[in-house]
């Protein structure tokens, strides 16, 4: 046994299970543009604290998916959120999405730093042979941190992403677990 | 690909959906307490109708992706001839538990478990690609061990006087097999 109780835990971060009491900053961060066209490709839709506290219901009950908040060490409080949708067991294939809320808490390494702790969840505990992740062509600062995760890029859906006149690009990457293994347990075979 | 339209085929039998048709065949069987007294650690009650058509209802459309459970057919008059299931305990141990039957003692001793079996274990290892296959069995079964030892099964534990039967207490076997023992055997180059 290699994890224990620091499964879920990075250097400052920690993933967490999401709380009721989460809901009104989560409805906040749901307000802001520039974030929604970072984390969908869905047209934004205004977030009620109705339709977050329904978001809450809804995932608690759907097992193909595994949700977090994403949480600092030191005093707790809620930075962003990710999750691992399984999408085929016996192919082990899970697609990840992060996000960090707070725009002043972009570019510190928080998000870097909970996907490391995501995709280590997704090897070491859901025994997942491959990760995917969708990024936006105009995500510059998201793409180098999931390449600094170990995530490689893999290919492009083309102009499938209309903002503001214009076709953008979506980037597809991923992440083996021999991969993932060979850098942080050599020493497994 | 090594299997596709012949994933589900055997020698003597294959392995379709479950149907409501089969229900009176279904009653017919499990009425008979030798068979139910092989198949399941409960008490030997024969079924009503209303618990097979319950039982039919969530297994010709189950909910769970955990769940794959089968009838067996003759691969000659496509007759059915039993049942068997693979239930996935966890997929992150990739870990399931199969049960079998064959209905009608007319049909034991033939070999239709044993091959019916053996496509079951390949559907868990090739389709849903599980690290490991365990069943459990009861001490007084030996005809079912011998058929799990065919297919690759090893004996790996048993729970002691688990199970009451006229007056005596029985084990119950713990049988496993792992997928890396069954490509060896099957694909050694794969």
Redesign the interface.
């Known amino acids: 046994m290699i994890y224990t109780n620091n499964l879920l835990q990075g250097a400052r971060i920690h993933l967490a299970a999401i709380r009721q009491d989460d809901l009104a900053t989560y409805n906040k961060w749901y307000t802001n543009t520039e974030f929604r066209r970072l984390l969908s490709a869905r047209a934004v839709r205004l977030s009620t604290l109705e339709s977050q506290a329904e978001w809450l219901k809804n995932i608690a009950k759907d097992e193909k998916t595994y949700y977090f908040g994403i949480r600092s060490r030191d005093d707790d409080h809620l930075l962003g959120n990710c999750h691992i949708e ?1 999408e085929s ?4 294939h899970g697609w990840v999405s992060i996000y960090i809320g707070e725009p002043d808490d972009w570019g510190k390494g928080y998000g870097t730093e909970a996907m490391g702790v995501l995709v280590r969840f997704g090897f070491m ?3 997942l042979h491959r990760i995917s992740l969708n990024v936006f062509s105009y995500n510059e600062r998201g793409m180098k941190s999931y390449e600094k995760v170990g995530f490689v890029h893999e290919g492009t859906t083309r102009e499938a992403l209309y903002r503001d006149g214009t076709y953008h690009d979506i980037h597809v990457m991923g992440i083996l677990r021999h991969n993932w293994m060979a850098k942080h347990h050599p020493e497994v075979k | 690909m090594l299997y596709t339209h012949n994933l589900l085929k055997g020698e003597n039998v294959h392995l379709a959906a479950l149907s409501r048709d089969d229900l009176p065949t279904y009653q017919k069987w499990f009425a008979n307490p030798e068979l139910l007294r092989l198949l399941s650690n409960s008490v030997a009650m024969p079924h009503t109708q209303e618990r097979h058509i319950k039982w039919l209802d969530e297994n010709t459309n189950p909910k769970s992706d955990s769940e794959y459970p089968f009838s067996i057919r003759a691969l000659d008059d496509n007759r059915i001839v039993g049942g068997c299931d693979i239930e996935v305990d966890s997929w992150a141990s990739r870990h399931g538990w199969v049960g079998i039957f064959i209905g009608s003692p007319d049909d034991w001793g033939k070999g239709y478990g044993t091959d019916a079996m053996n496509i079951l274990i390949r559907f868990g290892f090739m389709d849903l690609n599980l690290h490991r296959i365990s069943l459990s069995v009861f001490s007084y079964n030996p005809r079912a061990i011998k058929s799990y030892e065919k297919i690759g099964f090893t004996y790996e534990g048993k729970r002691r006087e688990a199970l009451y039967r006229d007056g005596t207490y029985h084990d119950m076997h713990i049988m496993g097999i792992l997928q890396r023992d069954w490509m060896a055997k099957h694909h050694p180059k794969g």
């Open positions: 399984i067991q016996p192919s082990r505990e859901l025994n």
